[in-house]
Nanobody
Framework: QVQLVESGGGLVQAGGSLRLSCAAS????????MNWYRQAPGKQREFVAF???????SYADSVKGRFTISRDNAKNTGYLQMNSLKPEDTAVYYC?????????????????WGQGTQVTVSS
């Protein structure tokens, strides 16, 4: 079983910064991809960014140039540095990870979600 725990959310003024963390624990062989998604009130969950285990990154156009995703493989932890925050960034931010875990017949890949952390940006 794998658990993802996000932290670092909070209330910040427009133009400010926050750093989210996603700590993974459990029977992890490797974290193949770590993603961040967000869901604003009344809207569908949307992709924010991902980072692979080789360090390749990708971002939604709405956050490109303002957010930076990173990871510490030794700590099984991912980060989302959010700068120049805007009120439209207000949402619950979720960590998602595609993880290789030991199975009965070898390694298998499973996807896991964290519980989410609230980010509120005031104007």
């Amino acid at each position: 079983q794998v658990q993802l725990v996000e932290s670092g959310g909070g209330l910040v003024q427009a133009g400010g910064s926050l750093r989210l963390s996603c700590a993974a624990s459990g029977s992890i062989f490797s974290i193949n991809i770590m993603n961040w998604y967000r869901q604003a009130p009344g809207k569908q969950r949307e992709f924010v960014a991902f980072v692979t285990n080789s360090g390749r990154t990708s971002y939604a156009d709405s956050v490109k140039g303002r957010f930076t995703i990173s990871r510490d493989n030794a700590k099984n932890t991912g980060y989302l540095q959010m700068n120049s925050l805007k009120p439209e960034d207000t949402a619950v931010y979720y960590c998602n990870a595609v993880v290789s875990v030991p199975g009965t017949f070898g390694l298998r890949q499973d996807a896991y979600w964290g519980q989410g952390t609230q980010v509120t940006v005031s104007s």
